[in-house]
């Protein structure tokens, strides 16, 4: 029988587009950074910004849950492993 870590893999496509919003995500944070190095920055303004990489994390989180919910929690009946993702399903929900 194959272990969680052989058979439950991330989507390929998700991944790809996990690592794209992440990048883009890099970017924003790096410009969050560059706003702190000036002093004429508008504290708001950073605010906002941060609040915009909240979101853009939050989406790849979503992303990365649904496929996750698609691909494994929905065939673990057939798999016989539904305790084992019951818990981590319980383990994920708290950290959302």
Excluded: F, N, W
């Amino acid at each position: 029988m194959k272990t969680c870590c052989e058979s439950l893999r991330l989507d390929p496509g998700v991944r790809s587009d996990a690592r794209r919003r992440l990048l883009s995500v890099k970017g924003h944070v790096e410009g969050v950074l560059r706003m702190l190095e000036d002093e004429t920055v508008y504290c708001v303004d950073v605010l906002k910004q941060l609040k915009a990489v909240e979101g853009a994390l939050g989406k790849v989180g979503q992303l990365v849950l649904r496929s996750h919910l698609q691909e494994h929690v929905v065939t673990a009946h057939g798999r016989g492993d539904e305790s084992r993702i019951v818990e981590e399903l319980m383990e994920i929900l708290k950290y959302r």
